[in-house]
């Protein structure tokens, strides 16, 4: 009985401390969890970056960044909200449309989904062009009203999303978040500003799915996308009638067909083939079944950003103001493709070609994991009322590509660096002096 006493006596502060020790333990391991986890990394880090907007400097330099400089185009100048502006596409759009004149404020939560230096590199390039970019989310309805409140902006460019086919399957989530949630964010600010800026937005060639017609025609059907990426897009087509119905708001959705170029994606096939090839690491090339060839209609990106200022040319006005609708509004969407596909393998024997070094490659066939076999773009319609008429075939995109890389990724020891071949490193340094 002493013993049971003397037992129990000291057992007891034994096991409260063990309960706090684990309790604290499990604490941590939460509070890891919740900061670790791709989807709530995002949203903490955009409700970080919340903080770093507002006040009277950053209102002047969003507006001088809004102002547009006098030209004699034929359309007087716009003042255009880039959403996605230190992105692939935003920041040539961005640099393009500043370039001539207009006014331009980007948009940028600057997420981890790949290198965000690259991201940084991308701010500078804009920062030297006069284009301000604001650090927060699309998501963010608070920075949104004040950005409309600073600057009443005639169009908004949206290009902000989760990006990547293959990825959809790690990370719903962020699909979720940036494609549907935040374009619904985006287009609830749109419609209750006055006046109602005209939208131009990001859709992709991804939502014609498991279509087998070729070539894909904005008519083609819709209905089977095959990722979770594509059916967040097609999402986001539904999304844009539906505020063209209720709202007057004019909206442009752009198919984007596998853009590539300068500034691109690292996880895009085209760039970490590039660097691959280079480390002499070996690269996976997807074939369909009865060993049939991938393909894609690789668009090089300037085409894209003629596209882009074509569409935001040719948007109509808003009808709509303060949420009330006060007439039909343009609802338009159009194919932004190359029209000549190539096949994945044809892209491959391109860069060895280029960078002079001999791919070790593995060929697998495709896993389930959202990809298609093949895109192909009709594009006669933007042709016809975008004056879209793209002059680059991947040969020369590609060229442009490894010059660009072998100045930015290999020869400055800037963050984003990749570390490449001896050989590989020479022939990319030829191809840069060889254009100059
Ligand atoms: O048009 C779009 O709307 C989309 O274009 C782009 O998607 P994709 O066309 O899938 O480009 P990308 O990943 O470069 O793969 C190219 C090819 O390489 C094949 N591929 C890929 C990886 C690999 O390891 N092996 C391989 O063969 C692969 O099977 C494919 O055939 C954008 O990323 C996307 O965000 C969206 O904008």
Redesign the pocket.
């Known amino acids: 009985m002493e013993k049971s006493l003397y037992v129990h006596r000291y057992r007891w502060p034994f096991a409260i401390s063990k309960l706090a020790l684990w309790s604290l333990i499990f604490i941590a391991l939460i509070i890891f969890l919740f900061f670790h986890s791709p989807s709530s990394s995002y949203s903490y880090r955009s409700r970080r970056l919340t903080s770093n907007w507002g006040g009277p400097d950053w209102e002047k330099r969003v507006q001088r960044s809004a102002r547009g400089r006098f030209h004699t185009g034929s359309h007087g100048h716009l003042s255009v909200l880039v959403t996605g502006a230190a992105g692939f596409v935003g920041t040539h759009v961005s640099v393009a449309l500043k370039g001539r004149g207009d006014g331009v404020v980007g948009l940028d939560n600057f997420n981890e989904y790949y290198d965000p230096s690259l991201k940084r590199a991308r701010q500078k390039l804009l920062d030297r062009n006069g284009v301000f970019v604001v650090e927060g989310d699309i998501n963010d309805s608070n920075l949104l009203h004040k950005l409309f409140d600073v600057v009443p902006f005639t169009h908004v460019m949206h290009l902000a999303a989760q990006?990547?086919?293959?990825y959809a399957m790690k990370n719903p989530s962020s699909y979720v978040h940036s494609n549907i949630a935040g374009l619904v964010n985006v287009l609830e600010v749109c419609k209750s500003a006055n006046p109602q800026p005209a939208i131009v937005w990001a859709s992709?060639?991804?939502v014609y799915g498991l279509n087998s017609k070729v070539p894909f025609s904005e008519k083609d059907r819709t209905d089977q996308p095959a990722s979770l990426?594509a059916a967040t897009k097609k999402a986001g087509e539904e999304i844009a009638h539906t505020y063209n119905h209720i709202y007057g708001l004019s909206i442009t959705g752009l198919?984007?067909?596998?853009?590539y170029g300068p500034w691109g994606?690292p996880?895009?096939?085209?760039f970490f083939f590039t660097k691959d090839i280079l480390k002499g690491k070996a690269?996976?090339?997807?074939e369909g079944p009865n060993h049939a060839s991938?393909?894609?209609d690789f668009t090089y990106i300037d085409d894209i950003v003629n596209g882009c200022l074509g569409a935001l040319d040719t948007a109509g006005k808003s009808t709509g103001s303060g949420g009330k609708k006060k007439g039909a509004a343009q609802l338009r969407v159009f194919n932004l493709g190359n029209t000549s596909p190539v096949r994945?393998s044809q892209l491959v024997s391109i860069l060895e070609k280029l960078l002079m070094v001999k791919a070790k490659k593995i060929v697998l066939p495709?896993p389930r994991n959202g990809?298609v076999l093949f895109?192909h773009a009709n594009i006669s319609s933007a042709q016809r009322e975008l004056g879209y008429k793209p002059t680059t075939d991947l040969q020369t995109g590609l060229k442009k590509f490894v010059r660009w890389f072998s100045i930015n990724c290999l020869r400055e020891s800037r963050s984003f660096a990749i570390s490449a071949s001896d050989a590989g490193v020479r022939s990319v340094m030829l191809i840069s002096k060889e254009n100059g």
């Open positions: 990006a990547g086919v293959r992709s060639s991804s990426y198919r984007f067909f596998t853009v994606r996880d895009m096939a085209y690269i996976t090339i997807f991938v393909a894609r994945v495709m990809d895109t």
